[in-house]
């Protein structure tokens, strides 16, 4: 059994060991991303963006660089389209806000799809709300595929907005997003891509995809948490208006209005997490240097693992595609006559951390005829002996609630 040559940069899985099989919902830390907040603090620390000090434009310059690093990480055209923000969920909100809001309206049509995280569903619904315009879901197969058909189906002259997640945080499938942004482009709409499952774990090139706006967050790529990224193509961004106004945001205000900065200042209202986005450049140079085939190999290789593994267990059945290659780390799965979060609970005592519940997809669970699923994911960091301790204690669960002898 090996053990992972990574788990030794992440301080955690010393100073609180388990078997870490939650990484979708946040990622762990390397030593290299805490030392990087830690110094910006220590050596950085001044409001950015104000002071005309030394100290403040040392804040700016990390912070800036972080931008650029970022640009250059999804291969935006600037750094001009890269919006800080808090997290993902903040970054659709601010297009659905900000776009949404301002060019939909009653005869239009928003696609979407019934896999999405609650934070691309919740901001569409009150938009829908709000302007009149009509909510469309594309239905996926079982297994989460997005037929050709569905998406000819849904994408039609009254498509003004389409909103769909890259890799779903439930059945780990990848969307083809490259015809939907073709549908899509040919109707004038543009396409929101959610990247909070995909960017930690893939190449996600914003020009090569030619999406319109990407959001993702830091946390689930080794970042701290309270910093995420909204990237948007500059022509769209500089036709919408504010999210939210305030400090930092304006070129000059008077009694009666104000002139907004340019981008992207003009979305980043108040005092930044700077420190926050100096610790994701941080984690992106760490990524970078481990390099996304060793995260999909070393992830396929133990999905491999736990798919064998439960395949021994006639009670255990996985959620989504049959191909373990199909599942980009995620693997939702429910238990003859376990609630999910017994699952967890008792793997939990064993050491053993994994999700349980909706995962903030109702209406995924209901559309997959589950109330919930148990969900394990993974990351690089973790190796064969957590996928052995975690199979191990999976088929002791049902003995020991004496389902089983
Ligand atoms: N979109 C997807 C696809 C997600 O999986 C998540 C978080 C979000 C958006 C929101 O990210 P946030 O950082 O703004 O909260 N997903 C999960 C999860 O699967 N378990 O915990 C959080």
């Not at 959001?215 to 500059?234: C, N, Q, T």
């Not at 999909?296 to 191909?323: A, C, W």
Request: proline share 5%; aromatic share 8%.
């Amino acid at each position: 059994m090996s053990n992972s040559p990574f788990k030794k940069d992440f301080p955690i899985f010393e100073k609180s060991p388990c078997v870490y099989l939650d990484s979708a919902a946040t990622a762990q830390r390397p030593g290299a991303v805490i030392d990087a907040v830690r110094a910006f603090y220590e050596t950085m620390n001044a409001n950015p963006l104000r002071g005309l000090y030394d100290l403040s434009i040392r804040a700016t310059d990390a912070y800036e660089a972080s931008r650029e690093t970022v640009a250059g990480f999804i291969n935006a055209d600037s750094p001009k389209e890269i919006i800080f923000t808090r997290n993902a969920t903040e970054s659709l909100n601010l297009v659905a806000y900000s776009y949404g809001l301002g060019n939909l309206g009653p005869e239009d049509e928003i696609v979407s799809t019934v896999m999405e995280h609650h934070s691309n569903m919740l901001p569409w619904q009150m938009v829908s709300e709000k302007t009149g315009a009509r909510l469309v879901y594309i239905e996926p197969c079982p297994d989460g595929e997005i037929t050709d058909e569905e998406i000819s189906k849904k994408i039609t002259d009254r498509t003004k907005l389409v909103a769909i997640t890259h890799v779903s945080n439930v059945l780990g499938c990848k969307n083809p997003i490259d015809k939907i942004v073709k549908a899509a482009h040919e109707k004038g709409a543009p396409v929101v891509l959610d990247g909070a499952q995909s960017v930690p774990h893939m190449k996600v090139d914003v020009r090569a995809l030619d999406v319109d706006f990407l959001a993702f967050s830091g946390h689930k790529l080794m970042a701290p948490m309270g910093i995420g990224v909204l990237y948007g193509k500059r022509e769209l961004l500089e036709k919408m208006e504010p999210f939210l106004t305030g400090g930092e945001m304006i070129e000059s205000v008077s009694l009666k209005g104000a002139v907004y900065a340019e981008l992207p200042h003009k979305f980043e209202a108040g005092t930044v997490n700077a420190a926050g986005a100096y610790g994701l450049k941080a984690a992106i140079e760490y990524l970078n240097n481990i390099g996304y085939e060793t995260v999909r190999n070393t992830e396929d290789r133990l999905t491999e693992m736990i798919f064998e593994g439960m395949r021994k267990l006639p009670y255990v059945h996985i959620q989504g595609s049959e191909d373990p290659f199909g599942h980009n780390g995620i693997i939702s799965f429910t238990m003859d006559d376990v609630h999910p979060h017994d699952i967890s609970s008792i793997l939990d005592a064993d050491g053993v951390a994994i999700r349980a519940g909706h995962h903030c997809a109702e209406p995924l669970m209901k559309y997959l005829g589950v109330q919930s699923t148990a969900r394990a994911s993974l990351y690089f960091y973790n190796d064969e002996e957590d996928v052995r301790i975690f199979l191990e204690k999976l088929q002791n669960i049902r003995r020991w609630l004496g389902l089983e002898s």
